[in-house]
C-alpha cells in the first residue's frame, strides 16, 4: 500500500499522514538511541540488557515493516506494547523504581500522546501505573523480588505515580489541545483556499454564465494562435451578439435578461466542440475562438448552426420569445495575426450582419474596414455641410390605399456633397448619429420640413401631412419635445398636421427613456409611427404602452408579399393587432400595382413606395398637389 505523502502546508494536513510521520521519525530515532545503548553492555558483557535491547530493536523494525504496508496505527501500539514490556522486564530485573529504565515511562506518554488516539493512550497509562503498583508491592510487601537499595519501594512509587500523573495528563491536555488547534488551522485554511479558488475562478469567470470571461477567453484564444501558427490550421474568431436583447431587458425586466444570457451561453457551448473555446466578451456580447480548421467553410457551418440554436424559442417571463443574434466572422491568418485585431475585425463583420438586417452570418471583408474609415472621414465633411447648407429635402408620397389619395408625405434628407454629387441617408446618417451631429441635422430638416408645410398651408392643401424620421440620439439628448413645440410655434403648423417616426429597433433599445418623450411628445397633439415595424422585437404587448398611432410595416415583408404565404401571414397579424389597438398600418415599399389589392384585403390603411411615386423635390410635390386638387374642383 502507498503511503500518504508528508504535508506539504497546514492545509494538507492529515492526521493518519502526520502519525505516519511521526512513528518514521521515533522509529528512526529509537533505533539510534537502542543501538549506542546496547554498545556498553556488550561491552562489559551484561548480556541480559544487551539482549532485551536486540529483542527491542527487532521489534522497532517490526514495527517499521506494518507502518510500510499502511498499518500505522497497529505499529504504533506494538511500538508501544514493546517499550512497555522491555521497560518492565529491565526495571523488575535490576533496581526496580529506582533503575533508569525506568524513566522510559514518562517517554512512553509522550510517544503515545503523538501516536495514537485517547483510548491507547489510557490504556497505556494505566498499565504503567498497575506495573509500579505491583512493582512496590512485590517488592516490599510479597518479597518475590528485593534489591540494594534500603529506602522502601513504596515511598518512591508514591513519589515516582504523581510525577507519572501530572505529567501523563499534562502530555494529554497539551496533546490535545494541539489536536483542536490542527482541526481548527484545518478547517480555515480550508476555507481560505476554497475562498482562494472561488475568487480566482470569478477573476477568469463570468459570474452569470460560467463562461470564461473576457480576459480568460482572449488568452485561451491566443495560444490557440500559437498552436495554429506551429501546425499550419486556422483559427476563427466569432464575434456575436444577441439581436434586441436591449428590448427583452427593458420589455421583461433584468431577470429575464440574465435567463437569455444564460441559455444563449449554454446554447453556443453545447453547438461547437469540445476543442472551441466560448467567452462573454461583456454585455450581450460572446466571443467564440474556433480552433484546428482547414479553412473558413467550417467556421461558416459552425455559425449557422449557432445561429439555428439563437434562433429557437425560449420561454421568458411564460412567453416564447425568439431573439437570433447577428455573427461577425474573422479567420486566422487571412485576415490578421493578432487576437485583438481579429476580435475588432470580427466585431465589424457582426456590425455588417446587424446593418443588412440582423440575424445574419457574415465574414469580415477588406473593404467593411474601409467603410468603417469612411464613417469617421466623413464627420469633419457633414459639420462642414451643415455650414455651407448642402443638405435638401426630398418627399415620397402617402396614399390611402382605398381610394388612391394623397393624403401626406414623408420628408427624406439627401446630401448635395460638392464632389461625390448627391448622396442618400444610408450612406451618412450612421456617421451623423455616431458623431452626435445628428441632433443639428435632425432639428433642420425638422424647421425645413415644418416651413414647408406651411407653404403648403398655404397655397390651400389643409388635408396634407408631413412625416419627418427622428434619431435615438436626439431622445437620448433629452430635449426633443421642446425642440418639437418650438419649430411648431415658429413655423404655425398645427400639431396634428406632423407626424413623428421612429424605428421599432431603436424604439427598443432604449424603451423605458421614450415612453415619458413620447407621452409629452403625444401631449403636444403630433402623431406617432412606429418605422420599419417586424424587424425589430416585434412583441406586440408593448404597443399599449407606446401610445403610438402608426404602424409602417417593413418593406422586407411587402416585396415578398405575393411571393410567400409566411410573409402574407406576418403583414395580415401586423394589420390585425393594429387594428385591434385603433392603430393605422402603412406598407413602405410598395413596387407594383399587384401588391395594393393583397394589401386592401387584409386591411392595410396605407402605403407608400416607387408604385406611387419616388422621393421628389418640393416642385414635383406641387405638380401632384395641384393635379390633385384640380380633381377635387372638377369632381366637385
Given amino acids: 500500500m502507498t503511503q500518504p505523502a508528508p504535508p506539504k502546508d497546514l492545509s494538507d494536513i492529515d492526521i493518519h499522514a502526520l502519525r505516519h510521520v511521526r512513528l518514521k521519525q521515533i522509529l528512526i530515532l529509537l533505533t539510534v538511541a537502542i543501538a549506542l545503548s546496547a554498545i556498553p553492555y556488550l561491552l562489559i558483557g551484561e548480556w541480559f540488557v544487551a539482549g532485551c535491547l536486540a529483542a527491542m530493536l527487532a521489534a522497532v523494525g517490526m514495527c517499521g515493516l506494518l507502518d510500510s504496508k499502511g498499518h500505522t496505527e497497529r505499529a504504533s501500539l506494538l511500538l508501544l506494547l514493546s517499550m512497555f514490556v522491555m521497560t518492565a522486564v529491565l526495571a523488575w530485573r535490576s533496581e526496580g523504581l529506582h533503575d533508569s529504565s525506568i524513566l522510559i515511562f514518562p517517554t512512553l506518554l509522550v510517544i503515545a500522546a503523538l501516536l495514537v488516539g485517547r483510548t491507547a493512550y489510557i490504556a497505556l497509562f494505566a498499565m504503567i501505573v498497575f506495573y509500579v503498583a505491583v512493582l512496590t508491592l512485590a517488592t516490599d510487601y510479597w518479597g518475590w523480588r528485593e534489591n540494594g537499595h534500603s529506602t522502601g519501594e513504596l515511598f518512591f512509587a508514591r513519589d515516582l505515580l504523581v510525577i507519572l500523573a501530572v505529567l501523563g495528563l499534562t502530555v494529554r491536555l497539551i496533546s490535545n489541545d494541539l489536536q483542536k488547534l490542527l482541526r481548527v488551522l484545518k478547517r480555515r485554511i480550508s476555507q481560505l483556499e476554497a475562498t482562494k479558488r472561488e475568487l480566482a475562478h470569478l477573476s477568469q469567470h463570468d459570474g452569470l454564465t460560467g463562461l470564461p470571461n473576457r480576459i480568460m477567453g482572449a488568452g485561451r484564444i491566443t495560444q490557440a494562435i500559437k498552436q495554429a501558427e506551429r501546425h499550419g490550421s486556422k483559427v476563427a474568431i466569432l464575434f456575436i451578439d444577441i439581436d434586441n436583447f436591449k428590448s427583452v431587458n427593458d420589455m421583461l425586466g433584468h ?218 440620439v436626439q431622445f437620448r439628448r433629452g430635449n426633443v419635445e421642446t425642440m418639437v413645440e418650438s419649430l411648431l410655434a415658429a413655423s404655425g403648423v398645427p400639431a396634428h398636421c406632423l407626424e413623428l417616426e421612429i424605428t421599432e429597433t431603436a424604439l427598443l433599445k432604449d424603451a423605458d427613456q421614450f415612453l415619458d418623450a413620447l407621452k409629452r411628445l403625444k401631449s403636444l397633439g403630433v402623431s406617432v409611427a412606429i418605422d420599419d415595424f417586424g424587424t425589430g422585437y416585434s412583441n406586440f404587448a408593448y404597443l399599449p404602452r407606446l401610445k403610438v398611432d402608426k404602424l409602417k410595416i417593413d418593406r422586407s415583408f411587402i416585396s415578398k408579399l405575393l411571393d410567400t404565404d409566411e410573409d402574407r401571414s406576418i403583414v395580415t397579424a401586423i394589420i390585425q393587432v393594429a387594428h385591434a389597438y385603433n392603430l393605422k398600418t402603412t406598407a413602405e415599399g410598395i413596387e407594383d400595382h399587384a401588391a395594393i389589392a393583397p394589401l386592401l384585403s387584409i386591411g392595410c390603411d396605407l402605403g407608400q413606395g416607387y408604385h406611387f411615386a419616388k422621393p421628389l423635390e418640393t416642385g414635383e410635390i406641387d405638380i401632384i398637389l395641384s393635379a390633385a386638387a384640380a380633381r377635387v374642383t372638377a369632381g366637385e
Fill in 255 to 472: 431577470a429575464a435578461g440574465d435567463v437569455l444570457l444564460k441559455a444563449t451561453a449554454e446554447r453556443l457551448t453545447a453547438a461547437v466542440r469540445h476543442s472551441d473555446i466560448v467567452s462573454r466578451h461583456g454585455g450581450d456580447e460572446f466571443v467564440l475562438g474556433l480552433t484546428d480548421l482547414a479553412d473558413g467553410t467550417a467556421a461558416g457551418e459552425i455559425a449557422d448552426t449557432i445561429l439555428a440554436e439563437l434562433n429557437r424559442p425560449i420561454l421568458l417571463d411564460g412567453e416564447e420569445i425568439s431573439t437570433g443574434g447577428s455573427i461577425g466572422i474573422a479567420i486566422y491568418p487571412d485576415d490578421a495575426t493578432d487576437y485583438d485585431e481579429l476580435v475588432s475585425l470580427a466585431d465589424i463583420a457582426m456590425y455588417q450582419a446587424k446593418e443588412s438586417g440582423r440575424n445574419l452570418v457574415c465574414f469580415y471583408k477588406a473593404d467593411m474596414n474601409q467603410a468603417s474609415q469612411e464613417s469617421r472621414r466623413l464627420v469633419p465633411e457633414l459639420r462642414q455641410a451643415l455650414a455651407r447648407g448642402e443638405f435638401s429635402l426630398r418627399y415620397q408620397p402617402v396614399y390611402e390605399l382605398k381610394g388612391q389619395t394623397l393624403v401626406g408625405v414623408e420628408a427624406l434628407v439627401r446630401w448635395q456633397h460638392p464632389k461625390r454629387g448627391e448622396l442618400p441617408p444610408t450612406l451618412f446618417i450612421p456617421a451623423a448619429e455616431k458623431s452626435g451631429l445628428i441632433v443639428e441635422l435632425g432639428e433642420w430638416v425638422l424647421r425645413e420640413a415644418l416651413a414647408q408645410m406651411a407653404r403648403w398651408r398655404a397655397q390651400g392643401h389643409l388635408t396634407l401631412s408631413v412625416a419627418v424620421n427622428l434619431s435615438p
